[in-house]
């Protein structure tokens, strides 16, 4: 497995250019699975997670040649006209759990999906009963056996649905169900991520008809049918949050381009009482950072709330903070992994519940360390950005799913780091 060596202590400087958002990449590829007109995409990342994304479609039946995508060009077409197989495995949604989504298209334009459940993950439980419950009130038949579940449906109908929680997954599978649903469809409490507006702009795009994605309610009216299209992906703000602290971290001067400071008002917000110094304009956020950082409280939410993807890149800034900062982490029950990582880095973090107190230290010292999951792994990497000395991270195939080319993008603007091929 590859490793990750960094030599902390370079101040970041200069630009770099945010990659397309994974979160809203992996749901809109899956939308195209709802028509079999052809569906070309733009600024689709190049990410373990797209690859497993496209294996998996062809594994349904797209035929779609992706080679030019695969050699590095920025824009992917899929078309579903050959769909013959209704079936996502498991080996298939364990690597990424994301394609849980395929069951709302393909029920709502198949009548029929049998999709292995997720399971849980190492930040969580990460349960699909707001997806099934979503499913059920359209209509679908819910059956589960074998650690799949089976849905089958004649014809989706339009139903009012409340989810209990603002799942992001559950609002992207019950949206893009309800397009080819009879009649309408009201989702209440839904998640208000910029990935689900970016969801539906693809979606309306292909002739569907729903309104107000963004707000706790999304009205979806049912079409017959839905055409192609021909979509640019949204910039990720997550990858976009983490470059903005790389740089608050190491003092540096750096540009992010194509960062949306209207997805990141939170991170923006806490940031600016943690005397981070930064500008922001259409092109995007420049951090130039000379005082000092100040411990803040953080505490994440669902969207416009602080995000949990941000959640560890966060801690690494308050562990080098000047004072103490309680973090609490209301997502997920298990995403503190990192902590334990960054302790061994010299951070002095305690773990009470769901709480992180984050005592500032002067500085970290390099360490070998291990990624747990993707942006645990991505914290690891800034941590190693300000430690003193060498920083070797290991299973860095974490990374690699939501972070395209970091250790390049990250040479670019001064740090130290290559990546050493592992013996896989
Ligand atoms: C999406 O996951 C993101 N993944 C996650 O990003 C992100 O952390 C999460 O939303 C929250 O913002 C993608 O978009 C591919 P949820 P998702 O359903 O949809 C509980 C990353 O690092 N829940 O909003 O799985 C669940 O257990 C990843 O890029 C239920 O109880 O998140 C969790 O506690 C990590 N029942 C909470 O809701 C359900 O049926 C939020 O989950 C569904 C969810």
């Given amino acids: 497995m590859d490793r990750i060596i960094i030599q902390g ?74 769909i013959r197989n209704f079936e996502a495995p498991y080996d298939l949604v364990k690597t990424m759990r994301a394609s849980f989504l395929v069951i709302g298209p393909l029920v709502a334009r198949f009548g029929q999906a049998r999709v292995s459940t997720p399971g849980g993950c190492a930040i969580g439980a990460r349960p699909v009963d707001l997806h099934l419950k979503g499913l059920e ?158 411990s803040v409280d953080v505490k994440t939410l669902p969207y416009p709330g602080f995000p949990t993807d941000l959640q560890a890149q966060m801690m690494v800034l308050m562990a080098v903070a000047d004072g103490v900062s309680v973090i609490t982490e209301t997502i997920f029950e298990n995403r503190f992994m990192h902590a334990q990582e960054l302790d061994r880095m010299g951070a002095q973090i305690k773990l009470e519940g769901s709480r992180a107190i984050v005592r500032g230290v002067g500085d970290l010292s390099g360490a070998p360390v291990m990624a747990s999951d993707l942006r645990a792994s991505v914290a690891l990497v800034l941590a190693g950005l300000v430690a003193n000395g060498t920083t070797e991270i290991s299973r860095v195939y974490h990374l690699d799913r939501g972070y395209e080319q970091i250790e390049k993008k990250l040479s670019y603007l001064g740090a130290q780091i290559v990546r050493v091929p592992g013996a896989n």
């Fill in 137 to 294: 009130a359209l209509g679908a038949t819910i059956e589960q056996t074998h650690g799949y579940v089976e849905a089958t449906a004649a014809k989706l109908r339009g139903a009012k649905i409340y989810l209990d929680l603002p799942s992001v997954g559950a609002t992207e599978n019950i949206m893009m169900a309800a397009t080819l649903a009879e009649g309408t469809t009201l989702i209440e409490n839904a998640a208000k991520e910029p990935e689900i507006d970016d969801l539906a702009k693809a979606l309306n795009a292909m002739g569907a008809r729903i309104q107000g994605a963004g707000t706790d309610i999304i009205q979806i009216d049912g079409v017959d049918s839905l055409g192609g299209v021909n979509h640019r992906i949204i910039p990720d703000r997550i990858e976009a949050g983490s470059f903005v602290i790389a740089a608050a971290l190491t003092h540096g001067d750096v540009l992010v381009k194509g960062a949306r400071t209207d997805h990141l008002e939170a991170l923006m917000i806490k940031l600016k009482e943690a005397g981070v110094s930064f500008t922001a304009d259409g092109h995007g956020i420049r951090v130039r950072q000379n005082g000092k950082i100040k």
């Fill in 9 to 82: 202590g370079k101040r970041l400087s200069g630009e770099v250019v945010v990659s397309g958002s994974k979160n809203a990449a992996l749901p809109i590829l899956i939308s195209s699975l709802l028509t079999p007109e052809p569906c070309t995409y733009q600024s689709v990342p190049h990410l373990a997670d797209i690859r497993t994304t496209i294996k998996l479609l062809s594994g349904l039946g797209d035929k779609s040649d992706n080679q030019r995508w695969l050699d590095g060009a920025d824009e992917l077409t899929l078309q579903a006209d050959q």
